[in-house]
């Protein structure tokens, strides 16, 4: 499987650093860290990552937006509750796509889904689909139906990226065949290459990936080589800043950031 399936990733990371790449270190936390058991927001709230949604896909009639990682924050919930808000119904958050690939990250976004639809008397006890899926995982991802309009990453790829770099003799024959080509052009490709390329064939051209992170320099090392270029798919856009509340007095300010990247 590409940059092997979650349960064959090693549980640390290089260096034996605690890492957070591997499914059976979240469904773990999911089960027994008490910060989740009502819902954990990495970051921020939702509404940073919400207001850099383009407004044409906001009021689009069929929005497509594909919410990666999504844990147990309250994003998609965020933006059926915004859609409900705008319509009266419930029908567009059809359109949020929820991917994990801790099953009990989807449970808890199933239930809190159906506790919201029961709280305002909606007929039917689900409308946003879910998935189950390890989005390193080529043989999973080309299973997916594409075509969307939006990728929202809240820490998710600052997640994955603590995985080991691939190397070319690491990549399975299936392996999506642009990291080959990159592959034959580097030492090691990071693993937030290989989730590009993965989520470049769910996207439109004319999408956009919306990476919130931690990180000032999460795109820095991302060095695709001069002789792969032509098969890297996305163009790093605007930036955005966002100050990281705190509740100490006189604390420093800390910002995260909001990456924008273009499907080209
Ligand atoms: C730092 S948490 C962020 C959770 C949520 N987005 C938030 O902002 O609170 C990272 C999430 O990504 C998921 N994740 C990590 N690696 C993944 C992979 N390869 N495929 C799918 N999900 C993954 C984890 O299960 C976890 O829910």
Redesign the pocket.
Known sequence: MA?GS?SQRSAKGAGGALS????S???SR?ATDPREAS?????SS?SSLLSCIPSCILTSPSPRIL???????S?SLDIARYFHAQDGDCSRAAGVMN????PR?IEFQRSAERQWLQSIAHSVDEVMPYKV?????WSQVCEMQGGFDVVL????A???ST?QDLHLDDLPTNAHPALRKIAQHTKAIP?IQV?GIHLAALVKKGGVWLC?SYSSDRWADVVVPPDAQQVWPWRLGEVVDIPVESDIPNAPQIQHHIYTLHRI
């Open positions: 940059a979650s957070y790449h591997t499914s270190y979240w469904n999911f819902g954990f927001e990495w970051l939702s919410h990666i990682g999504v844990g147990t924050s994003l991917v994990d690939f801790a990250s899926l390890d989005l390193l995982d990453d809240k820490s998710t600052d997640s994955i995985g693993t989730l919130h």
